[in-house]
């Protein structure tokens, strides 16, 4: 019930509301406490949401180190221990994939830049089909000379081993530094800003 304050009313006429305990309130002051209220519920949201995106994070942890054993397009068997002391950068894509294409004909003129500065592109085809990826060496093979084709492998081939666990994205994009470990991920389109930290990698 909206009344006036016994109390108030020798100050100022303000509308007051009377609480449970009796207790003659300002509508001021009723307001205050309503915007701590609000501001206390956002806060326990915002805490429950850090809490459920650590445990995300934790579920998802990647490994220590990165581990990759198989065999690359020419039947050569390849281990990303081969290039251990190097900055790797390991593409996850599809033939059909056009972002996926975008970026291996940018990360490729980087690799070539960057070769001589400890730096490998290594390209993982995701394709259930392999005739998908032996298209794609075709096109390349005769698109590009010996010196500017980075190795890849087909990550369905029998006996093929990896631990960079589920990739659902296309393209997604590892970088790893000298000792396998990664330095960070990018599910999608390689962006700008991951141009600049890739450079710093090196």
Same mark, same amino acid.
């Given at each position: 019930m909206v009344k006036f304050c016994p109390m108030l009313n020798q100050i100022e006429q303000r509308p007051v509301i009377n609480t449970p305990q009796n207790e003659c309130k300002s509508l001021s002051d009723i307001t205050k406490e309503a915007l701590m209220l609000r501001r206390d519920f956002i806060q326990s949201v915002l805490a429950s949401g850090l809490m459920l995106s650590s445990g995300l994070s934790l579920a998802?942890?990647?490994?220590?180190?990165? !581990? @990759? +054993? $198989? !065999?690359?397009?020419?039947g050569k068997k390849l281990n990303l221990n081969d290039f251990a002391g190097m900055t790797v950068l390991v593409s996850f894509f599809t033939f059909d994939c056009a972002l996926c294409s975008d970026d291996l004909k940018l990360m490729r003129e980087f690799y070539v830049r960057n070769v001589k500065n400890k730096f490998m592109l290594l390209g993982v085809n995701l394709d259930s089909n392999k005739k998908d990826l032996d298209?794609? /060496?075709?096109?390349? !093979?005769? *698109?590009?000379?010996?010196?500017?084709r980075f190795? !890849?492998?087909?990550? /369905? *081939?029998? $006996?093929? =081993?990896? /631990? &960079? $666990?589920?990739? *659902?994205?296309?393209?997604?994009h590892f970088v790893l530094d000298?000792? *396998? #470990?990664? =330095? &960070?991920?990018?599910? $999608?389109? &390689? #962006?700008? +800003? +991951?141009? +600049? /930290? @890739?450079? @710093?990698?090196?």
């Open positions: 998802q942890k990647p490994p220590t180190t990165y !581990t @990759l +054993d $198989g !065999t690359d397009i020419y298209e794609y /060496n075709e096109i390349t !093979t005769h *698109a590009y000379p010996k010196d500017q190795p !890849t492998v087909w990550r /369905n *081939a029998p $006996g093929h =081993k990896d /631990n &960079f $666990g589920v990739v *659902a994205t296309q393209p997604t000298h000792k *396998a #470990q990664l =330095k &960070f991920k990018r599910e $999608g389109k &390689f #962006q700008p +800003d +991951d141009w +600049d /930290n @890739l450079w @710093l990698s090196l």
